[in-house]
Each structure stands twice: as C-alpha cells, then as structure tokens.
C-alpha cells in the first residue's frame, strides 16, 4: 500500500520541515510515502473563505484517483489512539486499498465537494493545530504506527 501525504501549501519554518525529514526518512524502512505539497493560492485576500476552500479543492481533486482511500485530517474526524491508528493502517492495507491519502488543507479547511469525496475523517485531537505544525504531527504518528505494526520498540505503553 502506497501512503501519500498531500498537503495545501508549503511547509514554511525550518524545525517542521527538520522534524518531517527525520521521519519520512524513517518510514522508508516500512512503506512507500509520497508527500505532495500543492502550491498556496495567490492573491487571496480578493477571495472570501467559501472561495478559497472551492479553488483549493480543485487542485485536491487533481490529485485524488478514483481509487484512493481519502482521509481527511480534520478537527471532527474520529479520534484515535496511536495503537488505534496502527490497526487503522494494517486494517486499509489488508484489504484491496492499494494508496491512502492523507489530506491537510488550508486555513480555513475542507470545500464541502472534498468532505463529500472523502473516505474517513481524522482528528489529532479537539485542540486546533495550524496547518503546518499537524505536518509534523502526522509524519511522527504515522512513523509510531508502522513501529507498533512491527512490535519494534518506539512505542512505550
């Protein structure tokens, strides 16, 4: 199973790109990740929320098969355990799901054409993180699942 982690925007502070690095290398050893960042729209301040949300889900919708299983890292998506979250992956990858997609959006979240796309929904907690920092937070937890999936030690109960 192939694990893509598309992203609106870039990730701009050098310690989160630092931190992805350092874990994206690490996933290497446990399965195929692509990390897709689409370009920030330009001249937003002419567009209200509503419009920017519907150009960012175009270039989304570029970007998604038909066969891709959509999660979307969203603040009302189901809440998981880190053990949860790896039997969340094991489970997508025994069955025919050949690519998952881990969506962030931006600012101001999801056109409502991409919640209806949209397989699942997951939220790292009921705290609101910026964009750019749940980058990081994702890299790291998904890094945890792959180390509980195999029984390594990473992972401490």
Known sequence: MKIIFLTVG???DAY???G???YVKRLKHYTRLELVELN????TKALTQEQQKAKEA???MKKITPLDHVVLLDENGMELTSKQF???LEKRSNTSTTS????VGGPYGFDRSVYERANDKLSFSRMTFSH???RLFFAEQLYRAFTIIKGEPYHHE
């Open 132 to 134: 750019q920092m749940i």
């Open 16 to 18: 989160l790109k630092e």
């Open 10 to 12: 870039k990730t701009e």
């Open 58 to 60: 175009e270039l989304i």
């Open 86 to 88: 790896a039997g969340y």
């Open 100 to 103: 998952i997609v881990f969506v």
């Open 40 to 43: 920030e729209l330009k001249n």
């Open 20 to 22: 992805i690095d350092k």
